[in-house]
């Protein structure tokens, strides 16, 4: 290999590095401001492994912003994931549910500190994309994303309820309510208006009615992540 070609390796690799590091710095002082690492002490503190897994969806330094929104999106839904799974009471969580639904902070009253902190971080992280994404190409997303993280929500719910009342759902009452609750559209929604230069309506259709390419990737997903936590469960009731 040419000394040449090998230094210049050497030199982009530093580069590259040097932009992931200030991306990850960025998103890091974002989650210590909006404080539910510290607040909502009992959910996982996952930022650096989704900040590693937006690197894994796009590399190129050019999607800066990808993988800092998308870090952002992703550690949003492992808050209120565990929210919904291991802390909240069902009451609670109809509550929440709503207030997503009704997307007004003026309706929040009602709802205990630490969900408090997380749908005004959730309505931020929105709505700062929103007005973003309207700036730079004229389109008003923020019903588009909002939709998404109700349905998201209210798939969370579902699962709650189940829980709650010991409840068993059959398998197609189940995948029908799991591809959501996988989280994958709401990450593939967010993604699209990331990298897509440009928006057209029947882009928003498709959006809006889930198509096949969302839907089946959510359930490969899903089908994908129940086989292995599956065996994870398995092993811990073994002992």
């Known amino acids: ?81 565990d929210i919904y799974d291991v802390y ?17 902070p003026k309706t929040i009253d009602n709802l205990p500190d630490y969900m408090r902190i997380c749908f005004l971080a959730l309505y931020n992280c929105v709505n700062e994309l929103g007005h973003e994404i309207l700036k730079e ?31 068993t759902p059959s398998l197609e009452e189940y995948m029908k309510n799991a591809w959501i609750s996988i989280s994958a559209p709401v990450v593939l929604t967010h993604a699209y208006f990331l990298v897509s230069p440009s928006f057209i309506n029947e882009d928003f259709v498709y959006l809006k009615e889930h198509s096949n390419i969302i839907h089946f990737s959510a359930m490969i997903l899903r089908i994908a992540n129940d086989l292995g936590t599956y065996k994870v469960f398995s ?5």
Not at 18 to 34: D, G, N, P, V
């Open 235 to 239: 092993i811990c009731h073994s002992y």
């Open 137 to 167: 190409n004229g389109c008003y997303i923020t019903p588009y994303l909002k939709e998404a993280w109700t349905d998201l929500c209210k798939s969370y719910f579902t699962e709650a309820k189940w829980y709650y009342n010991g409840y």
């Open 1 to 81: 290999m040419s000394p040449a070609i090998l230094q210049l390796a050497i030199l982009d690799f530093n580069i590259v590095q040097a932009i992931y590091q200030e991306e990850l710095k960025c998103t890091s002082r974002w989650w210590k401001r909006i404080g539910i690492a510290e607040k909502l002490s009992f959910t996982r503190d996952r930022l650096v492994q989704n900040y590693v897994w937006t690197i894994g969806k796009n590399f190129k330094p050019n999607f800066r912003n990808f993988r800092i929104v998308i870090t952002k999106v992703n550690s949003l839904i492992t808050t209120i994931d």
């Open 88 to 104: 909240g009471t069902l009451e609670e969580l109809q509550l929440f549910t709503e207030a997503i639904n009704r997307w007004d």
